[in-house]
């Protein structure tokens, strides 16, 4: 994905800033990537919530975007899903009183009186390196990254500081040197989304509990393998 032989933040000052070692291209304005945790009630297997809840009231509407939901703590009885979407908000469904990170990315409309001009009319990285935008984020800090994991039993602990290393993502980071590219996180409230990418039919569906700074217990079958995506401040 990356092919840029020097670490991005000797061309940008904006990685710099925000402490990141690389940023993601986008090909729309206004491209935001956010999310955070619901849960449903005791009596409804659904709950309903707003953008503008999700990203800290910051966005209140999107002209479109895409939704990752995913249980935490235990394994899907229910499948989860989005319905009810709107520009402003979606329903989850699930299970009853249960716990699911969601992932939103999408893109804010452009209002006629704005400022239209995309990223790379102002930052010459991106024009350098083709980036029409960039994907922002609403906090701090907020990085989105992810890693290929082989379960080696049904429960394994998952640490950042081993999945993140360059002996793991080998061909994904070529320039990218020093050590893991994560290894702790702000705190415990990031999001997680695991999508089984072996063959065959889903036994126990995976889920991530006891979830901590340094990585979590990531729950599965054995000898699977799984593609875990995780948002989150990093603390470094």
Not at 122 to 127: D, E, I, R
Not at 160 to 178: H, I, P, R, S
Request: with cysteine; proline share 5%; aromatic share 10%.
């Amino acid at each position: 994905m990356f092919t840029n032989e020097l670490m991005f933040k000797s061309e940008c000052p904006l990685v710099e800033e925000f402490h990141i070692k690389n940023i993601v291209g986008a090909l729309e304005r206004k491209q935001w990537v956010f999310g955070g945790r619901v849960t449903t009630p005791g009596g409804a297997a659904f709950i309903d919530t707003t953008l503008l809840t999700l990203s800290s009231g910051i966005i209140p509407r999107l002209d479109h975007y895409r939704v990752l939901v995913q249980k935490l703590n235990a394994a899907n009885i229910e499948e989860p899903w989005i319905s009810s979407k709107t520009s402003t908000g979606f329903r989850v469904n699930g299970d009853v009183s249960s716990l699911y990170s969601v992932v939103v990315l999408g893109t804010e409309p452009i209002p006629p009186k704005s400022q239209k001009k995309w990223a790379k009319d102002y930052c010459p990285f991106c024009k350098s390196q083709g980036f029409d935008g960039i994907v922002g984020s609403t906090l701090l800090d907020l990085v989105l990254f992810a890693f290929r994991h082989t379960q080696s039993g049904g429960v394994d602990a998952v640490k950042f500081a081993t999945e993140m290393t360059m002996k793991n993502l080998t061909g994904q980071y070529k320039g990218q040197m020093g050590g893991p590219l994560v290894t702790v996180m702000m705190d415990n409230t990031y999001q997680v989304n695991i999508t089984k990418s072996t063959s065959g039919i889903i036994v126990t569906p995976p889920y991530a509990s006891s979830l901590a700074v340094d990585g979590f217990t990531l729950n599965g079958e054995a000898g699977e393998t799984y593609d875990v995506l995780v948002l989150g401040q990093i603390r470094f």
